[in-house]
């Protein structure tokens, strides 16, 4: 079904770790556990305050309900995603979807 900014999809499901990058001083990314959440089936995702639903259209993730209630995401991939200002701007925020061979 087409959208405005695109057809409709769903986010891969899985756990996406957040973090923002690091400096030449520190790790290569700083880990922001409070931002973490897991996608569950359908446009449901979870986080340790409780569920909520997303959309997602086009290149970007809408969470309309539950804890990250109007919080924006950008998919890069299919793993990664980049936190969206209420502008639309991209912030340093990323989350990048935890797999087997990634160190989260």
Do not use: W
């Not at 979870?46 to 995401?73: C, N, Q, V, W």
């Not at 950008?74 to 990664?80: L, Q, T, Y």
């Amino acid at each position: 079904m087409a959208e405005p900014n695109g057809p409709a999809f769903t986010v891969r499901r899985g756990e996406y770790v957040c973090e923002m990058p690091g400096t030449a001083l520190t790790a290569a990314g700083l880990r922001r556990p409070e931002e973490d959440f897991t996608i569950r089936q359908g446009s449901i995702y979870s986080t340790s305050e409780g569920r909520g639903s997303y959309l997602a259209t086009g290149d970007e993730i809408h969470m309309t309900t539950g804890p990250k209630r109007g919080e924006r995401f950008r998919r890069v991939s299919e793993n990664f995603l980049r936190k969206l200002t209420s502008e639309g701007k991209e912030t340093d925020l990323r989350c990048i979807r935890r797999v087997a061979n990634n160190r989260y």
